[in-house]
């Protein structure tokens, strides 16, 4: 049993070098993709080790990158170096290859599209929008993907595309952080047992 949490971003960026200048609000707002990565995997004392955080990353120089991580035995891990980490995994893409940086770590050049449409294959789609049914009363699977984008939220095509193939939900009425998000439906998943 396996969640999923796939974040886009049009701006992050897409190497390693590109995040070694510090900023992280210059490097396309990755301090929101940090932050949301944190509220995901992270708990008080311990991680979620039955969480998959997908980043689909299309800023400069190098679009789109997928990074994919699961905190897995021989992946070591703090709050504080989840910048570093991302850094790292950017560093080591391979062209045309699905690189395994560190246990559980991978990356690639896919598509925002095509990494929602694998992953479709197996689970159920949830796409985060305020518009959405209220995510407390939808009827969500053990295998489930929920989606979400930045400040800036998905390109007009591929948010059309991605909303024929999802079920949108909302957790209120009003506008959260991304990060907040992801917290609320881990709370939410956690309150099911799922």
Known sequence: ????????????????????????????????????????????????????????????????????????????????????????????????????????CFVEKKSFLKVVEELGKEN?????????ADIRKAKIPTNCVFVLGDQEGFPKKEFKRLKSISTPVSIGNKMYFASQTVAVVNNELDYRNL
């Open 124 to 132: 159920e789609i949830f796409l985060l929008d305020k518009r959405g």
């Open 1 to 104: 049993m396996t969640r999923h949490f796939v974040y886009f971003s049009a701006n992050a960026v897409t190497s390693g070098k590109a995040l070694s200048h510090g900023d992280l609000m210059k490097a396309g707002r990755m301090d929101i993709a940090i932050h949301s990565f944190i509220q995901g995997i992270f708990l008080s004392h311990g991680v979620r080790e039955d969480v998959k955080f997908h980043f689909v990353f299309y800023g400069m120089p190098d679009h789109p990158k997928h990074i994919e991580i699961q905190v897995k035995d021989g992946l070591d891990v703090s709050k504080k170096d989840v910048g570093t980490l991302i850094k790292k995994i950017l560093y080591k893409y391979r062209k045309g290859e699905k690189t395994e940086v560190f246990p559980g």
